[in-house]
């Protein structure tokens, strides 16, 4: 890297990949999430679940609006490694507060407004910078200038407004935010933004379903942590396992391939706007769909482990019933809407799944924790084979 390239945002070429720098820029990220798994499980009620999913969808935008600038700027070159490194601290002080957002404790700093003022130091950072990476590009920053009229500063407004509530109150203004901030993105058009390379914007998003599986065997972990291990223990922890792996595959094998394949034959206006619905929009429910699935396999796991309050005999109760499947669900589902946008194509196999995941919610707490993580990892396993029958005519007649 030459002296000039140090000092300036460096523009990427059609073939570019992921870069090491971005790969650090995630581990940031790693942390984030299982703070929202951390937030929810502390008090695990329907309205924390649906505040979880509100920190999780601000700090999504947070990692979104970074991997778009990663796709257009290098981000190992000196001026952009050094925004992003700036981004990783503010992200991780948002991630400190995360736990305290909805319930700030007393002394120190107010959680919620911290939050929400780091929120939007990073949306400002994003927007300089993207302004900074081509001054000559008025296109750019017509939609730059867009954006942050009708979907930053709104937004903001009304999260700061928010911080000032606690309870359902605070949580349905900052829901109200965050959905004024996707209906912004709409409004600000697709003329503007561009993806220069296909393969580094779907290997971006494949790598954050990796962080977020992650968490779901961190949260494993989590869960038994504290207490001895055991043979419940440990089956517990191979069946969550099987229940990740199961979902990585079916993103990687069945919906990944699909998705870059149809954003690569796209250019212009129409592979941004694919690149928007697919993978902006379309990949947060994916991701929330394995948060909230890891929220029930902690529970899974701390009951099985704390044999001083709870038998094997003992179900999960309350939300975290339905989030051990329904989590699932929300994944199937997401992936069912990733496939028909970028391949036209509808898939039984996710949507039935789906339905099971989200209705038997009430089932799993007429059954020992244990043998509810079981069953899930035998459905997504019959899932997994299912599709990859079928699949597999399809693939052989298109080779």
Known sequence: MT???????????????VTPAELFFDLVFVYAITQVTALMSADPSGLRVLGGMVALALLWWCWCCFAWLGNVVRADSGAMFTVLVSVMAVVLIVSLAVPEVYDDAPGGLPAP???VLCYGAVRVLHLVTY???????QAL????????????APPFALLLVGAAFTGLTQILIWLAAVAIDYLGVF???NSGWRVASPG?????HGLIVIIALGESIV??????????LSAPVTAAAALGLLVAAGLFRLYFRHVAEAAEHRL?????DDRTRLARDAYTFLHLPLVAGVVITALGMKKVLQQVADTSHYDLAEPLHGVVAWALPGGVGVFLLASAALLLRTANHRSPVFLVGAAVCLAVGPAVTLVPSLVGLALLAALVTALLLVQDRIAQPRVTATS
């Open 131 to 137: 302004w900074l990476s081509d001054p000559t590009d």
């Open 219 to 228: 949260a494993i972990g989590v869960g038994m942590s504290g207490f001895p």
């Open 113 to 115: 407004l911290v939050f």
């Open 200 to 204: 580094h914007f779907a290997e971006r």
């Open 187 to 189: 409004l600000t058009g």
């Open 3 to 17: 002296n000039s390239e140090r000092s300036r945002l460096v523009a990427t070429e059609g073939g570019h990949r």
């Open 141 to 152: 920053h017509r939609v730059l200038r867009r954006t942050a009229l009708l979907s930053v």
């Open 264 to 268: 690569t034959t796209l250019t212009g």
